[in-house]
């Protein structure tokens, strides 16, 4: 008698463990997939023109939003910039304290980020595993994961970004430049990475 039990037991075991493991791999999956890092390595525009040279990873994040529409987030992590010499990222800024030139070779690190939206198309997730995909530039990963999409700012109009900079090289007199967006989506330039 205590055999039938203990084996009734058993079989109830598996049956409940058998019962949670299908209903835990049949749950949804994660709306959100991510990308990269891809490595990037391209020059720079500040308020007057080219500056520097960057080398970053580029992760993206793609959000569905369930209403036709994805949310994607463009992040620059691990980045590093090298100047060129010439106008400083800010010498040519409004409203802000500000330098006006840079010397060749001053090192210092950035991170950056881009939010985006995306209407209509297509939305391939395998996209960058194309040979030809080059999922590091914004118009490469667009077109390889949302073929006919409309890349947008969201319902606002406004894409939103920011990109902080800086260096603790001791020869500068300002460490510090900010490029972000405003409340209309231009860019908002603050600091500066400059020796005069």
């Known amino acids: 008698m205590v055999t039938r039990k203990l084996t ?15 209903t835990s791999s049949a749950a949804p999956t994660s709306r959100d997939q991510h990308f990269g890092p891809f490595a990037i390595t391209t020059t720079d525009n ?16 793609v959000h569905n939003n369930g209403d036709g529409t994805f949310s994607v987030d463009e ?9 060129l010499a010439g106008d400083s990222p800010g010498a040519c800024e409004t409203g802000s ?14 991170i950056g980020y881009v939010n985006w939206t995306v209407t209509g198309g297509t939305y391939n997730p395998a996209g960058c595993s ?12 667009f077109t390889a994961t949302f073929p006919g999409g409309v890349v947008g700012c969201g319902p606002s109009g406004v ?11 001791q020869d500068l007199l300002y460490h510090h430049w900010a490029d972000v967006s405003d409340k209309t989506g231009n860019d908002l330039f603050r600091g500066d990475i400059a020796n005069q």
Do not use: I, P
């Open 130 to 141: 194309v040979v030809t995909a080059d999922c590091s530039t914004r118009a490469g990963f």
């Open 46 to 61: 500040g308020s007057c023109g080219v500056w520097a040279t960057d080398t970053f990873d580029r992760f993206w994040n």
């Open 8 to 22: 009734f037991f058993a079989v109830v075991v598996v049956l409940v463990g058998s019962l949670w493991l299908v």
């Open 75 to 83: 992040q620059d992590k691990n980045g590093s910039f090298v100047t």
């Open 159 to 169: 894409c939103k970004f920011g990109f902080e900079y800086a260096s603790g090289d």
């Open 97 to 110: 304290k500000h330098g006006s030139t840079v010397d060749a070779g001053v090192t210092g690190t950035f």
